[in-house]
């Protein structure tokens, strides 16, 4: 079975920097696109960066090239360096990953993702 797990949240002060890690496994590296969600309380999900199999790449624009998604294949991780760290950026992140065999028509955070990950709390304190 696939399985996804989400770690590396944690409690920043605005300006800080956190790198979350989704950790892979029963998926073939390398294939399918990959991508971070987030959830704040009363808020809708929110796609924040998608990453295709040959490193195309998808940002929502709130982050404002403030994150970076990569992928590192030979450990099946996938991550998302968070930057200049705003309250507004507070929220459950989770990871996703289609399934493997979909070519994604480039990074996209419309496609389906069919695995998810537990989500791991990022708190940015003002």
Do not use: H
């Not at 399985?3 to 590396?8: E, F, K, P, T, W």
């Not at 300006?15 to 998926?27: F, P």
């Not at 969600?37 to 999900?45: I, L, N, V």
């Not at 709130?62 to 200049?84: C, E, H, V, W």
Request: net charge positive.
């Amino acid at each position: 079975d696939v399985q996804l797990v989400a770690s590396g949240g944690g409690l920043v002060e605005a300006g800080g920097s956190l790198r979350l890690s989704c950790a892979a496994s029963g998926y073939t590296a390398g294939y399918g696109c990959k991508a971070w969600f987030r959830q704040a309380p009363g808020k809708e999900r929110e796609g924040v960066a998608a990453i295709d199999s040959v490193l195309r790449k998808k940002y929502t624009d709130p982050i404002k090239g403030r994150f970076t998604i990569s992928r590192d294949n030979a450990k099946n991780i996938l991550y998302l360096q968070m930057n200049s760290l705003e309250p507004e950026d507070t929220a459950m992140y989770f990871c996703a990953a289609t399934a493997v065999t979909s070519s994604c028509r480039g990074a996209s955070l419309t496609e389906t993702y069919l695995y998810w990950g537990q989500g791991t709390q990022v708190t940015v304190s003002s």
